[in-house]
């Protein structure tokens, strides 16, 4: 380590617990973009991160306004004949039901077994902050290495609406060499991974109604379609036995691996019978021929994320309810098209509707699938730091979940991403409970700090 | 007309204002057995009941306690010698959710087109009240036919689950000749009818446990088995192509109808093209080989009543949820029993889980189907009563709905029941904007005093 490095952690150390303090900050605004209710807590993350760039050395740091919530911009440009990396994020956070099922409050961050519980913790914001505070500990020390901008948005969870018109109304403000983000996860501490496989995503809303009214089940029972029971089997009808998704079309564009990067890709560390005790489950399932890792990889997949319709309150109500709903969504791998697998979609469980009843297909936000090529500078730079800081190779995995605007950044800015994120499965991410490591946070800021130094160099000899 | 009856008819016509007046008033107050907030109300109309049944000329009114709500019990014995007409009715009614799909509010009723608006106001307490007024009009004129007992429970939207105790506490002060009830409905205003048949039901709460938290759809989705996936898939299997319920040893005691049964089962008018209308479908939909008639009336039948899994709240959320749940409720016939039914569900739903996911069942109310014979005197009384009254022969009808404590009278009591309702289809019962007609209201008054002249004739040359 070089008297520079030795330097930059010592700033990370000696400040590691404002580095906490100022997160769990973020971490009690309650920054829910998918619910209207919470619109002024979204504005007010917006406008403390702004301060925090500002203050972390910042040369510029605005409020975007959108047609829907803000994007924080900010930059800090110190040689123009340096590379720039820019760094995405988002502050919004996923919606924080069912509450009664969270051990300490969602939105009054505790720290405990050097864990701190919050939604939000890691998906974004643990993982958004690191890059302020690794660009903190570089400006302190005189060490930036790359010129640097940031674009924070705070819709990420309601599907980024309004970012691909902000990207496009400040394309030149955006240029840079590549773009940094920071919100998937690796294998486990022991085996640091870089994702470099997002699936994409199609999500959709059905409606399916019978009657005009809700009814008396006792007196049209079996003389009429209950839509429920309808919905029911049409969901059912959309795999086969085989867990293969049965709408014509849907696999067409899917790009098989081949023999050797299938091997590859089961090389990574995987422990079914950890994994399957850690969701108390007995058996796993999932598409026939294929490994959990693929499935959840390289493989398209179906899931039905809410359904509901009759009535769900307490005791009995004998009714043949009018309509049932279900929200639906498929995450895709290269090449499917979202669009296009709505469009099937949305054919499909149209044509799959008995004449006894109506059905509405509405479609919500997608998102292409991407890959990150392993070897690019960007990627090398990233494995470089991974090495540096835990002492390991990282392990190139694909990713189950979405990050839809990566192919947007490609096809608007021409830029490649880098997913260079330090969450753990187990942070449970989406779900009650969510945390993030504190090891992983310090950790992943000098992991950030080593990726702008390999990336420079890399850069300069290119 | 005899002096008798027209004494008594002026004095329903005299009073019918205030007949709908005390109705409304009994109508306001909301009580919804099913949900403990609106205790004190059940109560409260209990109270109302014991007050009008002793205003209305009877000797005894009491209020009996319950585990649950209370039953209110009154009489009036002129002459042991005379027949007693026992009649069961019930104050609690259905819970009004959804009230945003209600035109007036559900407990505030509205009088339109000569209908009368409100939750209740059919189901039962329209109907019930009907028997007070019959009752009042009979001792004001001095006519009164038979003894008088009245047994109005607050509980049977919730299963009457502590009916069965009452009755059998209270054996010799329930002694009579018949029971008489108004919950059904007949085929229209054109065609008064009897019911002879009632469905029984059976009715379970069912919940399928995937994974032990709520999970990342990208992350998790497709490598273990979504619970709402898993439900719709046990759902669906329950029914097969033909709308055949497939629960091993369902139809095994059914009693099929002979040709004969059939055939005047379905002379019974029935406008197929306005049923589809009045319900805004473009087809019908039930178990193959049978008539919209018989599939309600002498078929069993299999309804989801409602689901619930996941996200159901505003925008989108890809969540793989931990758990998914359904209320199943099956209509029953002659002779299948409704604890066997229920246990035959259960052991067929567990065994229909795969090892994935983890299933409970848990069992509601249920009742026993019913039929009458046509050839009592006092389903002859009643036949007799309607064509009177409304010019024409009741057409003796099958049910679809289920009014459970039937079958608990006759093996308790050894009493039959004659199911004299004044109800119709369109009354919605059940859902948002039930309604009761003032001219089946009135009508209702002055047959079922002709019931009980009837009846004590009839009897008495027996």
Redesign the interface.
């Given at each position: 380590m070089n008297k520079s490095e030795m330097e930059i952690n010592n700033f990370i150390d000696s400040n590691k617990q404002r580095f906490i303090d100022e997160l769990i900050d973020l971490l009690r605004i309650p920054s829910v973009s998918?619910?209207?209710k919470f619109k002024d807590d979204v504005a007010k993350a917006a406008n403390f991160l702004k301060d925090k760039l500002l203050a972390a050395g910042a040369d510029l740091a605005e409020i975007h306004e959108t047609a829907g919530h803000p994007v924080v911009y900010g930059e800090k440009i110190i040689d123009p004949q340096l590379p720039t990396v820019l760094v995405y994020g988002h502050y919004d956070v996923?919606?924080a039901?069912p509450y009664e099922?969270w051990d300490s409050p969602p939105f009054d961050p505790l720290i405990k077994d050097e864990r701190i519980y919050a939604r939000g913790a890691c998906d974004d914001k643990g993982q958004m902050y690191m890059h302020i505070k690794a660009f903190e500990a570089m400006t302190s020390t005189n060490s930036l290495a790359c010129n640097m901008k940031f674009m924070i948005e705070g819709e990420e969870?309601?599907?980024s609406d309004n970012l691909e018109h902000f990207v496009r109304e400040n394309k030149d403000k955006l240029n840079a060499d590549v773009i940094l983000i920071s919100d998937t996860?690796i294998i486990s501490n022991d085996n640091p991974s870089i994702t470099v496989g997002l699936?994409g995503?199609s999500?959709l809303e059905v409606e399916v109604t019978?009657?005009?009214?809700?009814?008396?089940?006792?007196?049209?029972?079996?003389?009429?379609?209950?839509p429920?029971?309808t919905?029911?089997?049409m969901?059912?009808?959309l795999?086969d036995e085989n867990g293969h998704i049965t709408i014509p079309g849907f696999y067409d564009k899917v790009e098989e691996l081949t023999k050797d990067e299938r091997n590859a890709l089961n090389e990574a560390p995987f422990d079914l019978a950890s994994y399957k005790k850690e969701?108390?489950?007995?058996?796993?399932?999932?598409?026939d021929g294929y490994t959990?890792l693929e499935?959840?990889g390289v493989?398209?997949?179906?899931?039905?994320?809410?359904?509901?319709?009759?009535?769900?309150?307490?005791?009995?109500?004998?009714?043949?309810?009018s309509k049932?709903?279900?929200?639906i969504?498929m995450?895709l791998v290269p090449n499917q098209d979202s669009e296009e697998i709505t469009k099937l979609f949305t054919e499909h469980f149209k044509s799959l509707a008995?004449?006894?009843?109506k059905v509405k297909v509405t479609p919500?936000?997608g998102g292409q699938p991407a890959v990150t090529k392993t070897d690019s500078i960007a990627y090398k730079a990233a494995s470089k730091a991974f090495e540096d800081a835990w002492g390991k190779t990282p392990i190139p995995t694909r990713?189950?979940?979405?990050i839809p605007i990566v192919a947007m950044f490609k096809s608007e800015l021409g830029l490649n991403t880098v997913l260079m994120g330090f969450g753990l499965?187990s942070d449970?991410?989406?779900?009650?409970?969510e945390s993030y490591g504190i090891f992983n946070y310090i950790k992943g800021i000098e992991t950030i700090v080593l990726f702008h130094q390999h990336f420079a160099r890399l850069k300069k000899i290119e």
């Open positions: 998918a619910d209207s996923q919606p039901d099922l969870e309601v599907g996860s699936r995503l999500y019978g009657p005009n009214r809700d009814l008396h089940s006792g007196v049209y029972g079996g003389a009429v379609a209950n429920i029971n919905l029911c089997e969901i059912s009808s795999k969701l108390d489950i007995d058996q796993i399932h999932g598409e959990t499935r959840v493989r398209p997949t179906l899931d039905v994320n809410g359904i509901w319709g009759g009535y769900i309150g307490e005791g009995a109500k004998t009714v043949l309810p049932a709903h279900a929200k969504s995450r008995p004449e006894s009843v919500h936000h990713d189950g979940g979405s499965d449970a991410i989406h779900s009650p409970n």
